[in-house]
Nanobody, 126 residues
């Protein structure tokens, strides 16, 4: 019954902004670790950002980012609507990838998370 559906991808110019959304159903967003990953053809899937579960946030930092996107991307979740967001600012061509949202029980995000969306394509032109 758990389902994740991404939206908001598209083509943007370098330096522009984009906001990705992940609509979650079948579970409460705040009860799971939820995050964003991205993948480029021929490359390994890369963790982008993560929000720890409510329990995890009691002990550890609420969220974290990969070094490549820190200070440019912002992750957030709306518990009222059960939607996860990724605000992407000052985009670079190297940010181009298919972006996936994912969720699992536990404190952290990791490549083998149980639930995944189908992905949304982000293409940043030079």
């Amino acid at each position: 019954q758990v389902q994740l559906v991404e939206s908001g991808g598209g083509l943007v110019e370098s330096g522009g902004s984009l906001r990705l959304s992940c609509s979650a159903s079948g579970f409460f967003l705040d009860d799971y670790a939820v995050g964003w990953f991205r993948q480029v053809p021929g490359k390994e899937r890369e963790g982008v950002s993560c929000i720890r579960s409510r329990e995890g946030r009691k002990r550890y930092a609420a969220s974290y980012y990969s070094t490549s996107v820190k200070d440019r991307f912002t992750i957030s979740g709306d518990n009222a609507t059960n939607i996860l967001y990724l605000q992407m600012d000052r985009l670079k061509p190297e940010d181009s990838a298919v972006y996936y949202c994912a969720a699992d029980r536990g404190f952290n995000c990791y490549p083998g998370m149980r639930y995944w969306g189908k992905g949304t394509l982000v293409n940043v032109s030079s």
